[in-house]
């Protein structure tokens, strides 16, 4: 049985001019094809509101990236709402299936265009999923503008959903599908998929200009590829303790493609789409077997794409960085976080010491790699002085090319979260807004005014001398002479560091 002649209409609800191929949707596209649907895609990227400042834009503007400017490539914002379009091309396509892939940040985004289209075909189903559709999925299912959620992975779902629509059988029974049938059916989890069954990613789907991605002030073709799926950690800030905690009865919820696989797809991306640089989806890429880096660098230069990858401070070694040079790795980012290690322990499950922080930076240093420093602020309890404990430990790194700082946001299905709401710092249902530019955090003891003029100032206290640090207090302030101040510290620092 297959789902021939199914159209499915898949939205990826995307945050504006963050231009980079997702693999999930790509996938979730490939299997249905593979079952002989028709599949279109309505990508929310190029959507801009007015005055809406972007990710990357938020970034440079916090001197954490370099600028770069998409209307040199001749890429601008689409003219009409977003609502517009998407209801002349659901009017155009007449989908039999509508699935919305969510984000915690493009919630508001989703139920706008789910409204959108309120009066179509009332009989086809509208599903959300992705992390937010899995663990917020108590707190959204109300909502009208769903039938159905995917709760984990979507592959298999998807199938099953769109062999018994295209049979004409009303969806039950189906795994990892929350469904509304009077009440809400709640079905168990599906066994994880094997990476290495899943099909190639469907990139037909998407526009010529959603290859292009910034990248160390530089505009490339990038192709995203999963090298694996998951992480074998689970910090209490990442939704990967989540992952783990849901799937803790099948081991986890990490799992890895192998390297010859994943040649094989990077080697036909690269011929069919003119592929520049690879994004290799791996939350920490050296945590793995000696073996599988050994046949990745053995395999990779075939593929001899510049590409970037996260690691954690406790995998760098002197030998891994050296197989990472060997087969063209262009840049790296360390996850830091905190500062303090007593905070690191008792907030994020995370137990390395700073000095082994500070020796993994050395090794770095010591190699041609781009380097960057990732840094989070204004989690659930932290103070002004513990973020200075990050500051301090940031200025002890012999050579980092990117000093980034992140805004925590309390995203469902992490543990901190779950604190935030503990201590009332936010409301159960609040969601999280984008962790590049904003907190919905109120913390009686650090204001998000604070928060945010500390991100800004943030690579100012890292790189400039401890004497120009009362100049830098001044910067934080969000007013006319804090912004006045801020301008020309910024301005000398991109001279003098960047």
Request: net charge neutral.
């Amino acid at each position: 049985m297959s789902a021939t002649g199914l159209r499915v209409l898949l939205v990826n609800c995307n945050t504006p001019m963050d231009n980079l191929i997702p693999a999930g949707v790509s996938l979730l596209s490939a299997v249905l094809k593979a079952e002989g649907c028709e599949v279109r895609c309505f990508d929310t990227t190029f959507y801009r509101p007015a005055d809406f400042v972007t990710g990357d834009e938020a970034r440079a503007m916090t001197l954490q990236v370099k600028r770069t400017n998409f209307s040199e490539l001749g890429i601008h914002p689409k003219p009409n709402a977003a609502e517009a379009d998407f209801r002349a091309l659901v009017a155009e396509f007449q989908p039999d299936l509508i699935g919305f892939s969510v984000i915690e940040c493009t919630h508001h985004l989703a139920l706008t265009l789910a409204r959108a289209i309120a009066d179509y075909r009332p009989e086809v189903p509208r599903i959300w999923g992705n992390v937010h559709a899995t663990f917020a999925a108590d707190r959204i299912i109300g909502a009208p503008e769903i039938d159905m959620l995917c709760v984990g992975e979507g592959e298999v779902a998807i199938r099953a959903l769109a062999r018994a629509l295209a049979a004409g059988r009303r969806p039950s029974g189906i795994p990892n599908l929350w469904i509304k049938n009077g009440g809400v059916e709640r079905n168990a989890l599906a066994p994880l998929v094997k990476l290495d069954d899943l099909p190639e990613q469907d990139w037909e789907i998407w526009e010529r200009e959603r290859f292009f991605k910034p990248m160390g002030g530089r505009i490339w073709v990038t192709g995203t590829f999963e090298m694996n799926r998951g992480c074998p950690y689970s910090c209490m800030y990442c939704v990967n303790y989540g992952l783990n905690r849901l799937y803790e009865a099948q081991g986890g919820y990490f799992r890895e493609k192998s390297i010859p696989v994943l040649v094989r797809e990077m080697l036909d991306k690269k011929q069919r789409y003119g592929l520049e640089f690879a994004y290799l989806v791996a939350e920490s890429f050296l945590t793995t077997t000696r073996q599988r880096l050994e046949q990745f660098a053995d395999l990779y230069p075939e593929v001899g794409l510049p590409f970037w990858v996260e690691a954690r401070p406790e995998s760098i070694t002197k030998e891994k960085i050296a197989l990472l040079e060997r087969c063209g790795c262009e840049g790296i980012s360390i996850g830091v976080e905190s500062g303090s290690h007593e905070f690191r322990q008792a907030f994020m499950n995370r137990n390395i010491p700073n000095d082994k922080m500070v020796r993994a930076m050395e090794i770095l240093a010591e190699s041609r790699l781009r380097v960057s420093a990732n840094n989070v602020i204004g989690f659930p309890t932290e103070t002004r002085a513990l973020i200075f404990e990050t500051i301090e430990l940031n200025r002890r790194f012999p050579r980092v090319n990117g000093v980034m700082c992140a805004i925590y946001n309390p995203y469902h299905g992490t543990r901190l979260r779950e604190i935030a709401e503990e201590k009332g710092y936010i409301a159960r249902d609040a969601v999280a807004g984008d962790y590049r530019k904003d907190t919905i955090m109120r913390m009686p003891h650090l204001s998000p005014e604070e928060i945010k003029g500390l991100q800004r100032t943030f690579p100012l206290y890292v790189k400039m001398p401890k004497a120009r640090w009362p100049e830098i207090l001044r910067a934080e302030a969000p007013t006319l002479e804090g912004d006045r101040v801020y301008a020309a510290l910024a301005q000398e620092y991109t001279e003098r560091y960047g």
